[in-house]
């Protein structure tokens, strides 16, 4: 208890270390206030653009793209990182060149998907699906790949149907990676939307955050930037807590 105490002291200690930093560094001149404004003055942005109708309809836009973008991904993404590790023919065709596109920087095609899609929301959500879709496929693969083989002999030796292994064997042995595998798919996910919002969109939280930007509004860009911030640790912590409570199962 008292060493979970003081790591978690430790932690706090950095968070307001760097806060205090970033304050000094503005509030002193050591960096261009313009160009960097203080962290009190930021938060205090932040508070006033969460108020603004304009600013939560674009949060309430980006939202909807991730979701969606996700929402597709995963089932996709798992179904063919299922095909991959239980198949073994179409793993043969399939992963080598699933590396291949894995290894390959997503951003160099957005443009593509603005020439197929137009500047909108099949855009956007298109993007996030195409930056998503490889790492669940790989992270189901690896989950698959993950059940052990003594499971499945019992379970089929007692005349387990292929939907009693599937609930009962295969799902409980790779939920604990398939949540770390959904937390990361998340984070590329949202990277992948606000990458596309940022590049060409006219509505959405990374529009706004590159049109702060262009303007040299440096307070909202980077009120912006924390807002992002706390949103995508949100979602990961939310994951962590629900991969904590699943904890008993990879033992």
């Known amino acids: 208890m008292q060493s979970t105490l003081a790591v978690n002291l430790a932690r706090i200690a950095i968070i307001v270390a760097i806060l205090a930093l970033w304050e000094m560094l503005s509030r002193t001149g050591i960096v261009n206030p313009r160009l960097l404004p203080s962290a ?7 508070g006033d653009l969460l108020q603004r109708a304009a600013v939560q309809k674009d949060l309430v836009v980006t939202a909807t793209e991730v979701l969606t973008a996700f929402a597709l991904a995963v089932p996709f993404g ?18 080598p060149l699933l590396f291949f596109a894995f ?4 951003s160099i ?7 197929v899609f137009g500047v909108g929301f099949a855009q956007k ?3 996030g699906f195409f930056s998503t879709i490889f790492i669940v496929i790989m992270s189901t693969t690896t989950a698959v790949e993950s059940v052990k083989v003594e499971h499945l002999t019992v379970a089929r030796s007692y005349g387990a149907t292929p939907w009693q292994t599937a609930f009962r064997v295969y799902l409980p042995s790779m939920l604990p990676v398939l949540l770390e595998a959904l937390r990361i798919s998340m984070i590329f996910n949202l990277t992948g939307v606000i990458l ?6 006219r509505d959405g939280i990374g529009h706004q955050i590159a049109t702060w930007g262009e303007n040299f509004q440096m307070k909202q860009l980077l009120a912006g930037v924390v807002m992002v911030a706390a949103i995508a640790m949100t979602f990961n912590e939310l994951v962590r807590w629900v991969e904590t409570r699943c904890s008993h199962w990879r033992t």
Do not use: H, Q
């Open 125 to 127: 959500v298109g993007f």
């Open 109 to 115: 095609f957005l443009p593509m998907f603005i020439l």
């Open 103 to 106: 290894s390959i920087p997503k």
């Open 40 to 46: 009190s003055d930021t938060f205090v942005t932040l």
């Open 196 to 201: 596309a919002e940022m590049y060409a969109s």
């Open 78 to 95: 798992a179904l063919i990182g299922y095909l991959v590790a239980e198949n073994r023919y179409f793993a043969d065709v399939a992963k």
